[in-house]
């Protein structure tokens, strides 16, 4: 099941990126008092008893400004509020209720999303509980008093915020039919790989509209087998600095992978691979999604008989959090091994929901020890009594152990990879949850 999104929202120095900090539980955002310092907006996992939810923190809305920075950062917010599952709207007790509330307020009721209208820096509850009611004037509800910097009434926001929860979520878990969102930087051919896929199929497709985020769900039969293609592009705003184009795409990825099996990471092969493509593979690999990296535009690439050795180096070199991802060298213009992208997406789609049974899997691992003695410390060695799998997508499992300290993670990896070599699991992240047995 995809996690809700939650996007905070807000004008400039309310406090935004100090709630977010204070949910997110690390210093994310840059907090400053300065209106337009957090440029960037970020996004974090949130757990709060057994919810859990991505967190957006967006820059101040200025309704009304010429300036191109103010400007670009209402835009990214606009995103982030198309892109939420849920808004909290953030005021400031000690500003009070001024004209531009009312104009972002305006702005979110068109959104028709779900308003948590939460009031900041109410540091002191009896001195500052009567502003708080003037807030009632937005018409948005219950005004839920906070002090982010002081983490006061959060339990209380929180929980009116998991109101809001679950409703759509329930729908796409009764979809069966595969996932795959086409991820990557702005401009590198995610949507002439769809449409060239639809092209090649032949078949009359209808744009799902995509539930309530902006990404575009499209249909693709192929072999008389059903896929979702999620499609992250759907950015065309024209924009001044290209930084903030890329930062737009970062929300678009969040939103589109929650909700994927397999993720596509389409590189520009004329411009090789960037660190922007590694934050963005990042998404992927943190949700534990499988992984397929598509080179686009290899047509257009002069090539000897070293050229894919070189491109695919630097590629493991950039991703190497992620040595697993499929490798595949593509043209959406010319159609060039676009057949053989849809045989890697079953393939990974099969290996993100394999199962081992936990006798086999227990002889790998002793073979594996056998092999390679496990690390000692201060005279006492770890031992590795038991292995088995927990959960699929992704393959989960837990390593029963004497010491957890001396499970490091080199030999975890080592483990990982004996696994892999048994098992391939091409394509997929492994997940090792590691418990300490004591022994009777």
């Known amino acids: 099941m995809s996690k809700p999104i939650v996007a905070i929202v807000g004008r400039p120095n ?54 191109i920075l103010l400007r670009s950062m209402r835009e990214q917010a606009e995103i982030a509020i198309e892109t939420a599952d849920v808004i909290l709207f953030l005021v400031d007790v000690r500003q009070g209720l001024v004209d531009a509330d009312y104009k972002v307020a305006d702005m979110l009721r068109r959104s028709h999303k779900p308003i948590v209208l939460v009031v900041n820096k109410v540091d002191d509850f009896d001195k500052f509980m009567p502003d708080v009611y003037e807030f009632y004037n937005l018409g948005l509800g219950d005004p839920q008093p906070v002090s982010s910097s002081s983490r006061l009434g959060l339990g209380d926001m929180l929980e009116a915020l998991a109101q809001h929860f679950g409703a759509e979520s329930h729908e796409e878990e009764e979809d069966e039919r595969p996932r795959v969102a086409i991820i990557g930087k702005p401009n590198v051919g995610k949507s002439s790989i769809i449409n060239k896929l639809l092209g090649e199929e032949r078949v009359i497709v209808s744009d799902i509209a995509g539930t309530t985020r902006d990404a575009i769900d499209t249909e693709v039969v192929r072999n008389g087998n059903r896929y979702v293609f999620i499609d992250t592009a759907g950015l065309r705003r024209k924009s001044k600095i290209k930084e903030e184009l890329e930062r737009y795409s970062i929300i678009r990825t969040v939103s589109a992978v929650e909700r994927c099996n397999v993720a596509v990471l389409v590189v520009d092969a004329t411009q090789g691979i960037t660190e922007q493509d590694a934050k963005i593979a990042g998404i992927a690999h943190e949700r534990g999604k499988g992984m397929i990296i598509a080179v686009n535009k290899w047509d257009l690439i002069e090539k000897n008989d070293k050229t894919i050795y070189r491109f695919s180096d630097d590629i493991r070199d950039v991703l190497s959090f992620m040595p697993y991802a499929e490798l595949i060298f593509i043209s959406a213009q010319t159609g060039q091994r676009l057949p053989r992208l849809f045989e890697m997406i079953d393939a990974v789609i099969e290996n993100h929901s394999l199962r081992i049974a936990t006798g086999v899997l227990n002889e790998i691992v002793s073979e594996a020890v056998v092999m390679q003695q496990p690390p000692t410390d201060k005279g006492k060695r770890l031992k590795i009594y038991y292995i088995t799998q927990v959960a699929v997508k992704p393959p989960t499992f837990v390593v029963f152990v004497n010491y957890k300290e001396l499970a490091h993670f080199s030999y975890i990896r080592y483990l990982e990879n004996r696994i892999r070599d048994t098992f391939g699991f091409r394509g997929t992240p492994l997940k090792f949850i590691i418990r300490e047995r004591k022994e009777s």
């Open 14 to 67: 309310v406090g935004k990126s100090t709630l977010f900090n204070a949910l997110a539980g690390e210093q994310i955002s840059i907090v400053k008092d300065t209106p337009g310092v957090t440029r960037d907006r970020i996004y974090a996992d949130v757990s709060w008893l057994d919810h859990n939810f991505t967190l957006i923190d967006t820059g101040g809305i200025e309704p009304e400004t010429n300036d």
